[in-house]
């Protein structure tokens, strides 16, 4: 008998182009509507769930699967999920983390480019050296750029890696800094809130690159000092409130897109083939094999096209979301 999964509809309908459905041909597929897991109402015959990142799944969210046994997101990050309440379960987690690098790092040397700063000899801090950190930094090297690491958890973990205090970087002055940190809310390398107006305010003339999540920078206070003239250039991808970004932050961002960083269609099929994989191994099925079909041109949404029409409405933030696709290296 084929295990059951239960998956978010935008897969079954084709909404999410990125995943053939033959991926997904070992399981009993069951949907739910997006973001809300509870109409599916207790069902004790699931096994695994396929998540997107707009569905929240929180502790009392298991209660309803009680055999479920793995789940995957189509995403990188995980904060929208309850890991702590999965490890507790001993359910595993299966995610996309570092499949969007390459579409990441487009567009911070786009953001980057329209600045109009030359990027070599350009002084940037790139801020969590992970997957997509690692990436930009190799990426801005290789354009002259001198990069300075800043990875605390990575340098606890590495006794040869390199990483200097954000502190310590903004005093010693920097032309700009880029965020590729997840969002953490407790522990010791905690990063909502990291890029705090304090901190920003010792990046006199500087740029602001968020492509991370929207709760790691202040991004009011980014905005007033942008206003002021104090900041030089502030690019955000990632919005406190998704998908209602403050009409105050999207008046003084340079650059602003709708959380479309990582969307390239080569970086959905990557995450998407990450996580699905990781799915199949646990359940000992064959993992995803069918290539993806590039979009026609007619269908791609550069980079450009998207930040202009969010920054002329922002009320469009989800359909302009949903509606975008490019290819990596050409944003």
């Known amino acids: 008998m084929k295990p059951r999964l239960l998956v978010d509809a935008a897969v079954l309908d084709g909404t999410a182009r990125a995943l053939?459905?033959?991926?997904?041909?070992?399981?009993?597929?069951?949907?739910?509507?997006?973001?809300?897991?509870?109409?599916?109402?207790p069902d004790a015959r699931v096994q695994a769930l396929l998540l997107r990142s707009v569905t929240k799944l929180m502790a009392p969210d298991l209660r309803l699967f009680p055999k479920l046994q793995g789940v995957a997101t189509?995403?990188?990050g995980t904060d929208h999920i309850d890991t702590?309440?999965?490890?507790?379960?001993?359910?595993?987690?299966?995610?996309?983390?570092?499949?969007?690098?390459?579409?990441?790092?487009?567009?911070?040397?786009?953001?980057?480019?329209r600045s109009g700063r030359r990027l070599a000899g350009l002084r940037v801090a790139v801020v969590g050296v992970g997957a997509v950190g690692s990436l930009v930094a190799e990426r801005l090297r290789n354009q002259g750029t001198v990069v300075?690491?800043?990875?605390?958890?990575?340098?606890?973990?590495?006794?040869?890696?390199d990483s200097t205090d954000l502190d310590v970087l903004l005093e010693a002055g920097v032309d700009a800094v880029t965020l590729h940190v997840p969002l953490t809310r407790d522990g010791p390398h905690r990063t909502?809130?990291?890029?705090?107006?304090?901190?920003?305010?010792?990046?006199?003339?500087?740029?602001?690159?968020?492509?991370?999540?929207?709760?790691?920078?202040?991004?009011?206070?980014?905005?007033?000092?942008?206003?002021?003239?104090?900041?030089?250039?502030?690019?955000?991808?990632?919005?406190?409130?998704e998908p209602h970004p403050d009409p105050a932050v999207l008046a003084h961002c340079d650059l602003a897109t709708p959380h479309i960083a990582g969307h390239s269609l080569e970086g959905k099929r990557d995450v998407a083939q990450r996580a699905v994989a990781g799915l199949c191994r646990q359940f000992g099925l064959l993992g995803p094999l069918v290539a993806v079909d590039?979009?026609?041109?007619?269908?791609?949404?550069?980079?450009?096209?998207?930040?202009?029409?969010?920054?002329?409405?922002?009320?469009?933030?989800?359909?302009?979301?949903?509606?975008?696709?490019?290819?990596?290296?050409?944003?």
């Open 20 to 41: 053939p459905l033959q991926w997904l041909q070992g399981f009993e597929l069951q949907s739910y509507s997006p973001k809300n897991l509870a109409s599916v109402g």
């Open 74 to 76: 189509l995403s990188s």
């Open 84 to 113: 702590a309440a999965l490890d507790r379960a001993g359910i595993a987690l299966h995610t996309g983390h570092g499949g969007n690098a390459v579409a990441v790092t487009d567009w911070v040397q786009w953001a980057l480019t």
């Open 148 to 161: 300075l690491a800043c990875d605390p958890p990575r340098a606890q973990s590495e006794s040869n890696f």
């Open 192 to 241: 909502a809130n990291l890029l705090t107006t304090g901190r920003l305010q010792l990046l006199v003339g500087g740029l602001v690159l968020n492509a991370a999540r929207g709760e790691v920078l202040d991004a009011q206070g980014a905005a007033q000092l942008r206003k002021q003239g104090a900041l030089s250039w502030l690019a955000i991808d990632t919005f406190a409130g």
């Open 294 to 331: 590039p979009p026609r041109a007619a269908e791609w949404s550069p980079l450009d096209a998207a930040a202009a029409a969010l920054k002329a409405d922002g009320s469009r933030f989800e359909t302009l979301r949903h509606a975008h696709t490019r290819h990596q290296c050409c944003p």
